[in-house]
Every structure is written in C-alpha cells, then in structure tokens.
C-alpha cells in the first residue's frame, strides 16, 4: 500500500512541471489539479475495497469450513443421541482410527483429530448447546473468553456470576419454578418428576437446512426468536462500521414436553433449590438457560418442622395427665415412637423432647434433629357434687 502510495504521489510530481507552463491559464492549472486529486483518492478506494473484498471471501472460506464440520455425523450418531451413546460411539472410533494402529498413514491422523474434536464439543454441555444452537461458527465465538476487567479482581465485577461460576454472555433466561414435596419424601429420601414445555431449536429443518425435508421436521411449526447479529454498515466512503441488529431467526422451533426428575435428599430443607443445566427453552444463538426448581415443603397433619427439629402434639385426658399416660407416634418412616409418662405429673402444655427423632440433618443423613412433643390436658367441662367431693379428699 505503501508502494502503491509512492507511485502514485510520484506520477502527481512528474505532471506538476508540466502545469506550471500555463502562466496565464490559472483556471486550467486548478482544474487539472482537482482532477489529479480525484484520480489519486479514486485508486485509494479501490485499492481498499479489493483488500476488503478478498478478507471477505476469506472469512466466507473459513466460516464454510466450520459449517460443513458436523460432530454429529463425524462419529455417525443421531441429533438426539445420549451422553452414554456419545461416548461409546467416540470409543469405537477413537481406537479404529488411532494414530498408534495407522502409522504413517495422514488420512487416519486427520480423521482421529476430527473424532476428538467432535467428542470435545459433543461432551461439554456448553459446547453441545452452542452448537445445537448455531453451529460451528457459534462455539468459536462462544470459546472465546472475553476480556475481563482489571478491576473486577479488586472490586468484584465483571460479568455475572451464577453459582460461583462465571456466567456466559451467551446464555439465555433462566426459569424458575416450583415443586411441592411431602415431608415424609424430604425425611426418607427419593425422586419427585415434574414436567415442562420449552421451546427447542430444530436442527437442520429451517430454510436451508439440510434435513429439513424429512419426516422429523414436519412437527416444526413454532417460529423462532428473532436473532441477533452483527451487520457491517458503510456510513461513509472508506468508513463502515460494525453494529448489532435483530433480524427474523431462519430456524425452525417446536414446542415439546421435557420431564424433569428432582432428587429429593434426606433432610433437604424448605426453599431449596435444584438447578437443571441448559433445560430451559431454546433460543438460536444462545447456550439454553438453567430450570430452577424451589422446593417447597407441603403442611404435614402431625408434624410440625422447624429446621432439624420436629414438633407434635398430643391431646391426653386430666386423668392420664395425673396418673400415667402410654402411646406410640408413627413416625415418618413408620417406625414408631414410645411414648410413656408413668410416675410423672404432666402440666398443661409441657413439652418433652426426644433426641434423634427428628429430621435427617441434610449433608449428613446419619445424624438427626430432636422430637419434641406438646402435651395438651383435657380438662372436663363440668363435675358432679360427688366428684368435687372425692377431689378435695384425694387432692392436697
């Protein structure tokens, strides 16, 4: 370019010379030097706008590559294959095409590179959901980190942080959502199913996609979001600036049901909350949100629950109260609890407690709160002459 400059500056001196000899022709003079000015600056573009045009093909040439490149159909599995399917079809082929069994031969180095590309990209969620999404091109602007900010070490910023890890620009919306659990599910353990409908992304089925004549892409009717991209915009000659715009998505989308199966822990308190990753709905251009599922703890006939600890009541006559009370409480695992009060006086409203009858300690299920039980007298609501009598004998 440089050269190309110098070149040009140099024809500009040769002809100034030759200008000069028109003393008494002024106006020729400038005219000729406007000339020579646009001639100059005309080159100068052009020049810029061939350099411009063959990055653009180079781009169009690398962004071709990416697309073609399918992790999918490199290991030869379905869109809907599994984390198990995935890693056994990667297996298979990594030990078929493995550099050490096909020595000097290019053709087995360069399809084993392949395989573990696509398995690198197929075994991350991230990775798999940005490709799901957009291809290729996507998860390599999704790889790249973006700068961090010198004063989010000090200060605590940059970009958004989501259970202690960095969270992605790329990333959609989260759902939030709830699930009732019954106490004894929370004391003893197990699974609760839930279900939702999100909005997927269907591959291959929009305007140019390849499969999108088949049987699968028929059920693809939702439209999807609009997208996001950037375009280059020339506001001037030799100045084109880059900008976001939303644009109609050339996707297709449907809408499907997705079962969500919560781990309920032994001792998980009330409001917990359990995060499915990348399970929300499906945007083009975006790694899927979480589903955040709080669980919330349903009111229990019997038992009260504060914490680790359990509460319950039981309603006993004036008699028993004075002289002895036996029972058992069904616990929440059907073991059942002795309650026995013989020798003792109990008072209105005295609480017993029972150590380790209580909830599982969430983290450590070998170790449990305390039971504590309110005792209620039913005192009579009237008494005879008779028995007043034989209560001032008996009572002190």
């Not at 087995?108 to 990209?121: D, G, P, W």
Request: net charge positive.
């Amino acid at each position: 370019m440089v050269v190309f400059r110098l070149r040009q500056f140099w024809t500009i001196l040769e002809i100034l010379p030759r200008i000069t000899t028109f003393p008494h022709q002024p106006k020729m003079k400038l005219f000729l030097l406007v000339v020579l000015g646009l001639l100059f600056l005309t080159s100068v573009e052009s020049r810029r706008q061939q350099r411009r045009q063959q990055r653009r093909q180079q781009q169009q040439a690398v962004a071709k590559v990416k697309d073609d490149f399918d992790p999918y159909e490199v290991l030869g599995i379905d869109d809907e294959a599994t984390d198990r399917q995935i890693k056994k079809a990667f297996r298979k082929l990594s030990v078929k095409w493995h550099p050490d069994k096909n020595r000097g031969n290019e053709e087995a180095k360069l399809k084993f590179q392949e395989i573990s590309k696509a398995y690198e990209i197929l075994s991350d969620g991230d990775k798999k959901a940005l490709f799901d999404a957009g291809g290729m091109e996507l998860v390599e602007e999704g790889s790249r980190e973006a700068p961090q900010d010198p004063f989010a070490a000090f200060f605590g910023g940059g970009r958004q942080q989501q259970g202690g890890k960095r969270r992605s620009s790329k990333k959609g919306k989260d759902f939030h959502m709830q699930m009732e659990v019954d106490l004894e599910d929370m004391y003893n353990g197990g699974e609760r199913a839930a279900q939702i409908t999100r909005r997927v992304i269907c591959r291959h089925c929009g305007q140019n996609g390849k499969k999108r004549h088949m049987e699968k892409c028929k059920a693809c009717t939702t439209r999807c979001p609009n997208e996001v991209k950037m375009v280059q915009r020339q506001m001037a000659p030799g100045f084109v600036i880059q900008q976001q715009e939303e644009v109609p998505s050339t996707e297709k989308c449907k809408n499907e049901p997705k079962t969500l199966t919560a781990v309920i822990e032994k001792g998980m308190p009330h409001d917990e909350k359990i995060t499915f990753e990348r399970a929300s709905e499906q945007k083009p251009g975006f790694i899927p949100g979480d589903v955040i599922m709080v669980i919330k703890q349903k009111k229990h006939r019997r038992f009260e629950r504060r914490g680790n600890d359990l509460y319950h009541k039981i309603t006993i006559p004036l008699k028993q109260a004075l002289t002895g009370y036996q029972t058992t409480i069904p616990h929440l695992d059907k073991h059942v609890v002795e309650i026995d009060t013989e020798g003792s006086i109990v008072r209105y409203g005295e609480v017993r407690t029972f150590e380790g009858e209580g909830m599982p300690i969430h983290g450590t299920p070998s170790e449990y709160g305390n039971l504590h039980v309110e005792f209620i007298v039913d005192f009579p609501r009237r008494l005879n002459e008779n028995q007043i009598d034989q209560l001032k004998k008996l009572l002190p």
